[in-house]
């Protein structure tokens, strides 16, 4: 079973939902951010072109331009490789784990596997965030030495920042799938 919502982030912007059911006890949820808009990129990169071109038509030293234009090329790459996130998935595996993936625009990936004996709860969370409050789903890891406390709190979907009612669906999914278990 798959389906596909629309839904937006903490900043008003357009986010998909992708929701795939593969068993009973399997389910992942990728969510998805817009590409990057070459329409932008142009923008900024003319912008920082034609500052440079400025400073170069006072100063006549070339070095400027050149210098704009890698810094531009370096900014761009560093900000595919690193930054942007096209999208993240978290796939629940009851009796086995949680994997948590974020995939960047690049084709770089990240990919981080919690075992379901490692795991507390999952839980939806508020934090102040910008003189606001956002909620986010996060995975609570046991202590080790007390299965009672909470050892440490891993956030998830932190590129994409859903929205709560976004977020209500993925945490009813997953507690379904936790108390099969």
């Known amino acids: 079973m798959m389906e596909d919502e629309a839904f937006t982030d903490i900043n008003g912007k ?3 939902l992708d929701c795939q059911c593969h068993s009973s006890l399997c389910s992942e949820f990728i ?6 808009s070459i329409g932008k990129v142009m923008v900024y990169t003319c912008c920082v072109w034609l500052l440079a071109y400025a400073v170069f038509f006072f100063t006549e030293n070339t070095a400027v331009l ?3 234009i890698f810094i531009t090329l370096a900014g761009m790459m560093f900000h595919i490789h690193f930054v942007k996130v096209d999208h993240e998935s978290l796939l629940v595996i009851g009796s086995l784990g949680v994997q948590v993936s974020s995939s960047y625009a690049s084709g770089r990936e990240t990919t981080t596997f919690i075992e ?3 795991i507390k709860d999952i ?5 102040i965030y910008m003189h606001q409050i956002i909620y ?3 995975v609570l890891l046991k202590e080790p030495s007390d299965p009672d ?3 440490s709190v891993v956030p998830l ?3 994409s920042k859903p929205r709560l009612n976004c977020l209500v669906k993925v945490y009813k999914s997953c507690q379904e799938i936790i108390s099969k278990c």
């Open 14 to 16: 357009s986010i998909s």
């Open 31 to 36: 969510v998805s951010v817009p590409k990057v």
């Open 66 to 68: 050149t210098s704009a």
């Open 116 to 118: 379901m004996g490692k």
């Open 123 to 127: 839980v939806i969370n508020e934090a």
């Open 136 to 138: 986010y789903l996060c």
């Open 149 to 151: 406390a909470v050892s």
């Open 157 to 159: 979907f932190q590129s």
